[in-house]
């Protein structure tokens, strides 16, 4: 079955650690993206990639930092310089984005809760 | 800026019929899709429109004027399973997706 994984389901951590969420996909997509939702809110990117070792910065990226070695794996390290970590994390993947259609598909989300 | 607009939330009964509306300002416009969104989950994809007028797909419609910037998502035979956020998202000149805040729909029976 393709899809894309998101590990762990919730998430607690004390203030000040760094901590690292996983995604995986197996859908032999060129783009993944890192949202984060806050309730009541809508989608803020975070980080997105095109391709394998490159990555740009989304809207919000101040406190975040993610790596890209390899096509099916983008994960995002919430360090301690991020200020309200505090949310629900979401990770999306695309055939590409730079095409007219493109569809994301989303994994199951991180619930991550600082202490 | 960029800038998408939606209802906060919506009510409807169960079996009626509900439109949710979106507008949206943005750099440029290559597409708009909706989403749902059950409490707690990720957004699945509902539906995607670049060209005026309306797709049907079953219980769910959505609908597109690129000149006004306006779509709106209908929902016929509403079931309790329709509670749920629908999230409206434009892709924009720089093929990047801009996503709305999204509407609660709350059905009651």
């Known amino acids: 079955d393709g899809g894309i994984t998101q590990s762990p389901k919730y998430l607690f951590r004390k203030e000040g650690q760094n901590v690292t969420l996983s995604c995986e996909q197996n859908?032999?997509?060129?783009?993944m993206y890192w949202y984060r939702q806050d309730p009541g809110q809508g989608l803020r990117l975070i980080y997105y990639?095109?391709?394998?070792?490159?990555?740009q910065k989304g809207d919000i990226a101040e406190g975040y930092s993610v790596s890209r070695e390899k096509k099916e794996s983008f994960p995002l390290t919430v360090t301690s310089a991020q200020k309200n970590p505090t949310a629900f994390y979401l990770c999306?993947?695309?055939?590409?984005?730079?095409?007219?259609?493109?569809?994301?598909?989303f994994g199951p989300g991180t619930r991550l809760t600082v202490l | 800026g960029q800038n998408i607009d939606q209802p906060t939330e919506m009510t409807a009964t169960e079996g009626a019929i509900v439109q949710i509306n979106c507008t949206y300002q943005t750099s440029g416009f290559n597409g708009l899709f909706w989403y749902q969104q059950h409490a707690g989950e990720a957004p699945t994809f509902l539906s995607y429109?670049?060209l005026d007028g309306l797709e049907e797909k079953g219980r769910f419609s959505s609908f597109l004027s690129r000149s006004k910037g306006y779509s709106y998502l209908l929902l016929k035979e509403l079931q309790m399973k329709d509670s749920a956020s629908y999230l409206c998202?434009?892709?924009?000149?720089?093929?990047?997706?801009?996503w709305g805040a999204g509407t609660k729909l709350i059905i009651k029976p």
């Open positions: 998202a434009v892709i924009d000149s720089n093929y990047q997706l801009i």
């Open positions: 999306a993947s695309s055939i590409s984005s730079g095409e007219l259609y493109n569809e994301q598909f």
């Open positions: 859908l032999n997509h060129d783009a």
């Open positions: 990639s095109q391709i394998v070792n490159d990555f």
């Open positions: 429109n670049v």
